[in-house]
Nanobody, 120 residues
Framework: QVQLVESGGGLVQPGGSLRLSCAASRSILIVGVTAWYRQAPGKERELVVSLTSGGNTNYADSVKGRFTISRDSAKNTLYLQMNNLKPEDTAVYYC??????????????WGRGTQVTVSS
């Protein structure tokens, strides 16, 4: 069962912007840490940014000042606003969240990813 679904990726020129969305299914309530990861071809998956339930953020140095994570609790959705994109941002982007299923079962959920390509 897939609990998280990413969308909003695509092809953009350097300096452009994209807004990624991560929609949680009705089977899971996001209650803990949320995050965005990315993985480029031949590279390990890396943390882009994390967001705690208390609002604390931790951005990778490579994206500070350009990317912004946010969450809409009412919609059970996570977002990543990406500005001033660079070719090195090209990767598959994944969302990740700590949550609970109905009945209180804890779960660390992952989406299947959305492709972001930054190229002239």
């Amino acid at each position: 069962q897939v609990q998280l679904v990413e969308s909003g990726g695509g092809l953009v020129q350097p300096g452009g912007s994209l807004r990624l969305s991560c929609a949680a299914s009705r089977s899971i309530l996001i209650v803990g840490v949320t995050a965005w990861y990315r993985q480029a071809p031949g590279k390990e998956r890396e943390l882009v940014v994390s967001l705690t339930s208390g609002g604390n953020t931790n951005y990778a140095d490579s994206v500070k000042g350009r990317f912004t994570i946010s969450r809409d609790s009412a919609k059970n959705t996570l977002y990543l606003q990406m500005n001033n994109l660079k070719p090195e941002d090209t990767a598959v982007y994944y969302c990740n969240a700590e949550g609970v299923l109905i009945g209180g079962i804890p779960l660390n959920a992952w989406g299947r990813g959305t492709q972001v390509t930054v190229s002239s």
